[in-house]
């Protein structure tokens, strides 16, 4: 009985996007007035979905091909050459992530596995695919039956996962226009939900609580594990574990063989973090909308519809997006008091760095008055958090600094999404760079 009572499972995300979807149209959608701007504005934010579940898709795709191609590997490995315990039956579950190229096979052994005479060292993806021809008897692959490296095809997980970056950056790119033009706008329009203020409410604590229930059931998983290595961050934060809030987003056993050997407190820390941060953008949402704008149930609605967006799902054990997302809104809470507005701003921008972009438009605002004590209050919470990473050894001191405040050279190796091997051409950021500092300097 307490199993049935008490059992949770955590949806899908395709079934989410579709649930939150249409949630969304229900609770906030005009019917009788089908041609305006809040209309055009919830349509916006229900394109970012397509290209989320793409790329989660394809990540999720990848990760099922290279744990299949583990399995084989560690299969074909023979019984007198492992080693009971050894690192590599633990690791087994990351063997293909962070395995070194071994030495090459002689003439003959290659020919026999199906591996191009001539192809250079013998890697682990090398393994498995001539194990799996192995058994087709005087048969060798040439190069033309080998895919074309760094060309995705257009069933292939890293096909999925550009097309769903691309999505993305269509609509972000829509999303952007909007916000641009919005300013020419005379009358903006007011959000006023389909639903009173108490079915708002019940609603929104409901979502909370299961939100906060995947972060609570979830499974610490160690940080940069899964995914594309990340940009500039702080190196304290990095060493707090993701939580992952996905049903397949569960972290293989190698992975909580190596928590378990680190401090148990680190993932509660994590949790805490997460459900605090999370609390604090509901709260401070809530908050604008009553102290900001007289009108308290725009701030729920918008809170509401902050917890029904499947990036939030998706997202809400991440503390580099959540952490960095509260304190803005706390900000924007505290814009009346400018020294606790630069603080909070000073603690986004030295977490995660991209922060340190809308500073201009601050600057902006407080021109004439409190820009003192809004610099003030940024360059101490930069300090602060500049001094606490001496916690981790003055020898890496400089390296973290870097790190903090991407203070390295645009990179044009090693890159993924819409910028990976066969994509677009890694030249092509520079330009966007150069657009994305001027616009936020403008």
Same mark, same amino acid.
């Given at each position: ?228 290595? $990340? =940009?500039?961050?702080? @190196?304290? +934060?990095?060493? *707090?574990?993701? !939580? ?5 987003? /569960?972290?293989? %056993? ?120 809004? $610099? =003030?209050?940024?360059? @101490?919470? +930069?300090?602060? *958090?500049?001094? !606490? ?5 003055? /020898?890496?001191? %400089? ?44």
């Amino acid at each position: 009985m307490s199993h049935l009572l008490l059992y949770y499972q955590r949806p899908e995300p395709a079934t989410w996007v579709f649930l939150s979807s249409f949630l969304l149209l229900s609770v906030y959608f005009v019917f009788h007035r089908f041609f305006c701007i809040r209309n055009l504005d919830i349509l916006l934010l229900i394109l970012l979905a397509p290209g989320l579940m793409m790329v989660y898709e394809g990540r999720r795709m990848h990760l099922a091909q290279d744990q299949s191609l583990t399995t084989e590997v560690l299969a074909s490995r023979p019984m007198a050459s492992r080693q009971v315990g050894s690192a590599a039956d633990r690791d087994g579950a990351r063997f293909m992530a962070t395995a070194q190229p071994a030495q090459p096979l002689p003439q003959s052994q290659q020919t026999a596995q199906g591996l191009a005479p001539e192809g250079g060292p013998e890697t682990l993806l090398g393994k498995a695919i001539g194990n799996s021809t192995r058994g087709l008897s005087g048969s060798t692959l040439s190069n033309d039956d080998y895919p074309t490296p760094g060309v995705p095809s257009e069933t292939s997980p890293a096909s999925l996962e550009f097309y769903g970056f691309i999505a993305l950056l269509l609509a972000c790119l829509l999303l952007m226009i909007r916000m641009l033009i919005d300013p020419a706008f005379v009358r903006r329009p007011l959000l006023i939900p389909n639903l009173s203020i108490g079915g708002l409410s019940f609603i929104g604590v409901s979502l909370f609580l299961f939100l906060m229930a995947n972060i609570i059931t979830s499974s610490p998983l160690e940080q940069r594990e899964r995914g594309p290595a $990340l =940009g500039p961050g702080y @190196a304290l +934060l990095n060493m *707090l574990p993701e !939580l992952p809030t996905t049903p397949d987003g /569960e972290p293989t %056993g190698s992975s909580v063989d190596r928590l378990e050997d680190q401090e148990h407190w680190l993932p509660n820390v994590a949790r805490i973090l997460a459900i605090l941060s999370n609390l604090a953008i509901v709260l401070g949402i809530v908050g604008v909308g009553y102290w900001h704008f007289d009108n308290v149930k725009t701030g729920i609605g918008c809170a509401v519809m902050y917890l029904l967006l499947p990036y939030t799902a998706q997202m809400t054990g991440n503390l580099e997006h959540i952490v960095p997302a509260a304190l803005l809104v706390l900000a924007l809470l505290a814009y009346r008091q400018p020294l606790v507005a630069g603080m909070l701003m000073g603690l986004a921008a030295g977490l995660v760095y991209y922060p340190l972009f809308l500073l201009p438009l601050w600057i902006s605002f407080y021109w004439h008055r409190g820009l003192k004590r809004l $610099l =003030g209050g940024v360059g @101490a919470s +930069l300090l602060l *958090l500049s001094g !606490l990473l001496l916690l981790e050894g003055f /020898e890496a001191f %400089g390296d973290h600094l870097r790190s903090m405040y991407g203070l390295w050279l645009p990179r044009m190796d090693g890159l993924v999404g819409v910028w990976g091997p066969g994509r677009f051409h890694a030249d092509f950021r520079l330009p966007v760079l150069a657009a994305f500092i001027l616009l936020s300097a403008s």
